[in-house]
């Protein structure tokens, strides 16, 4: 048995490597910054687990693991459902998004222990992942996806290289016209072959509004729609209403925590594939449980944003189609992800291959290498508990 010795929280502070990409920067000193955090779980027994969330690595989610880890310390580092069923009924009055961090290091630690890769101990499915670019939001200054020819002109850039989705998020100004006129210029620009998904991101400031997205969707033949409306696709009820409006098929829940919830939203006919955030909704335990709950009914679920986390996960998920490169643009970093890797991993436009793939890391456990210097050079805070 490895029992938890010690769980260490390390915050880290660094430059961002193309500031005009940045979604939720910090101005310190004239220059423009993100702050994430890494989780190492160590055993009495010498293994170590690691988790470094991109998306997920929010203040709040920190907040919550510090809660969260002292708890944790004289447990069965194998017992990863134990501790999951543990996390949820013990901080049921709150949203929970601790939990991935913790249980993606749990995983990590038994890939190392047992030789294995996570993909390889949640029972493998495939080993190349097909991507779906994900755009930035649009912006109104020059530059980047500044106009709706710039949206199409991407659009064809990602087909040249073998890219076989392209999704859509627009300028979120709840402007009906704008986001009809990028979805048509894109359509018309890359031809019928790509598959094509357009997320508002809860912008759009009607139901009305959303049906009349929702139809243009019909017409484009667009593979998915997301999160149309203000109502932030909270209501399960309000979209089956909306499904009832339209024909393309919605993607839906990205906003709604909780393992129970989520299946509730789902038998409750919000939606018709289920949207799974690995690093919001209960790590690799929680995403696994809810997309072979999806499977049983003939549901097809999508990993929400990008991270080895989620590689691993959709590897052995037969029920889904694309793997989320977010957020991508014409010619810049992408920000989710952090520059923290000694190895070959990255979410940049260069790392999908001619197929339009990524690769399932390899190697025991989350199969990444980190740059610990580097994360040592940035280091914020440590916070030891054991
Ligand atoms: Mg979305």
């Given at each position: 048995m490895s029992t938890i010795r010690r769980i260490t929280l390390q915050s880290y502070t660094y430059p961002v490597p193309?500031?005009?990409?940045?979604?939720a920067t910090q101005k310190r000193a004239g220059q423009v910054e993100l702050s994430r955090f890494i989780v190492s779980i160590d055993t009495d027994d010498g293994h170590t687990g690691v988790y470094a969330p991109h998306y997920g690595a929010t203040g709040h989610a920190l907040a919550q693991i510090r809660e969260m880890?002292?708890?944790?310390?004289?447990?069965?580092?194998?017992h990863r459902e134990q501790i999951f069923e543990y996390l949820k009924n013990r901080f049921?009055?709150?949203?929970?998004?601790?939990i991935a961090s913790l249980d993606t290091a749990l995983w990590d630690l038994a890939g190392k222990k047992y030789g294995a890769s996570v993909s390889q101990l949640l029972g493998g499915y495939r080993n190349k992942l097909p991507v779906y670019a994900s755009t930035t939001p649009g912006n109104k200054t020059p530059g980047g996806l500044d106009s709706i020819e710039s949206y199409a002109d991407f659009a064809e850039d990602c087909k040249a290289r073998g890219i076989p989705a392209f999704k859509i998020h627009s300028?979120?100004?709840?402007?009906v016209k704008s986001e009809i006129g990028i979805m048509t210029a894109v359509r018309e620009r890359v031809g019928d072959e790509m598959k094509l998904m357009t997320d508002p991101a809860s912008s759009l400031r009607s139901f009305m509004d959303a049906v009349e997205v929702g139809r243009a969707c019909d017409d484009l033949g667009f593979f998915w729609y997301e999160d149309p409306y203000r109502d932030a696709s909270s209501s399960a009820v309000a979209h089956k209403r909306l499904r009832d409006f339209i024909r393309t098929p919605m993607l839906i829940a990205e906003h709604i925590r909780g393992f129970e919830q989520k299946a509730d939203f789902v038998l409750a006919g919000g939606t018709d594939i289920l949207h799974i955030d690995p690093e919001l909704d209960g790590g690799i335990t929680g995403t696994m449980k809810l997309a072979h709950f999806c499977d049983a009914i003939g549901m097809e679920i999508q990993l929400h944003t990008s991270g080895p986390m989620h590689r691993h996960c959709m590897a052995a998920i037969v029920n889904t189609h694309f793997y989320e490169l977010a957020l991508v643009r014409p010619n810049a970093w992408n920000t989710f992800q952090p520059p923290i890797y000694a190895d070959t991993y990255g979410d940049q436009m260069?790392?999908?291959?001619s197929d339009g793939c990524v690769p399932v890391p390899e190697g025991p456990g989350l199969g990444v290498t980190y740059d610990w210097d580097r994360i040592n050079h940035w280091e914020t805070a440590r916070e030891v508990y054991e």
């Open positions: 193309d500031p005009g990409t940045a979604i880890a002292p708890a944790l310390i004289g447990r069965n580092a194998e049921r009055h709150f949203d929970k998004v601790g300028f979120f100004d709840g402007n260069d790392d999908v291959d």
